[in-house]
């Protein structure tokens, strides 16, 4: 039998999300395009579009109707380097930096929220063991395909 933790995802999604509704509707952001500015920011390995799809399981289509809004609103900025006039890469923009920090003390929360009452050692074992699932997630999805 399957942990509750895992069979109750949808509650950790929607609790997730519901912690950034006030910071989504004063900023006027959706969820995808503060997701996007979020992962940017979080992972500065990864900053394409591509990336981003491959990385959080999302839907190309969205991703780009997110990217091209965040681009409008002048919190991302799309690069080509030097050699490669094929891949762009997506750059948060100054005007991003608010937006991510607060975001990030939603992320910050969240994770309080989550991890009341668990000690360090607890913690560090419940994220090695998290991280193997997760490899497990991407190695089935892989061959689902």
Not at 27 to 47: K, S, V, W
Not at 84 to 107: D, F, M, S, W, Y
Not at 126 to 144: C, M, Q
Request: charged residues 30%.
């Amino acid at each position: 039998m399957l942990p509750a933790f895992l069979i109750r995802s949808q509650g950790l999604h929607k609790l997730y999300n519901s912690l950034f509704t006030p910071l989504l509707e004063r900023r006027g952001l959706t969820q995808l395009e503060m997701d996007i500015l979020l992962f940017l920011a979080n992972n500065p390995a990864y900053d394409t579009a591509r990336d981003i799809v491959e990385k959080r399981h999302l839907a190309k289509s969205h991703v780009s109707v997110g990217i091209d809004a965040l681009a409008g609103r002048r919190l991302l900025e799309r690069r080509l380097r030097d050699g490669n006039r094929k891949t762009i890469h997506l750059h948060l923009t100054e005007q991003a930096a608010p937006i991510v920090e607060e975001g990030r003390a939603v992320q910050a929360a969240y994770g309080e929220l989550l991890l009341a009452g668990f000690t360090g050692e607890e913690k560090e074992e419940l994220f090695r063991l998290l991280e193997r699932i997760g490899k497990n997630v991407d190695a089935a999805l892989r061959t689902a395909r």
